[in-house]
């Protein structure tokens, strides 16, 4: 079973893509909102995942493997390199 954690904020349209996005593909998906944490979720995941400029919403990670926005979960769509990730 494929899962999912996405970080997003309430009004970021991007964050709406990528859930429709994730949803579409039958990936389940655990939401974790920043409105009010997003300084300490940009510190945590780019701690986490060795990336040095996390600063935008949504940021995806599919089976444990970091995606990052919603353009990165798109382009791998598209280019079926997200096959690669789903089991």
């Avoid at 859930?19 to 990936?27: A, D, S």
């Avoid at 389940?28 to 995941?45: A, H, K, P, Q, Y």
């Avoid at 940021?59 to 995606?67: A, H, V, W």
Wanted: aromatic share 10%; charged share 25%.
């Amino acid at each position: 079973m494929n899962t999912a954690v996405i970080y997003t904020m309430t009004t970021c349209p991007y964050c709406i893509k990528a859930k429709k996005l994730l949803k579409m593909l039958n990936i389940n998906f655990e939401e974790i909102n920043c409105d009010s944490s997003f300084d300490e979720m940009c510190s945590d995941l780019s701690r986490k995942y060795n990336k040095s400029a996390i600063s935008t919403v949504p940021q995806i990670i599919i089976n444990d493997c970091y995606i990052g926005g919603y353009d990165n979960l798109e382009q791998m769509y598209k280019t079926k390199k997200l096959d690669e990730i789903l089991k």
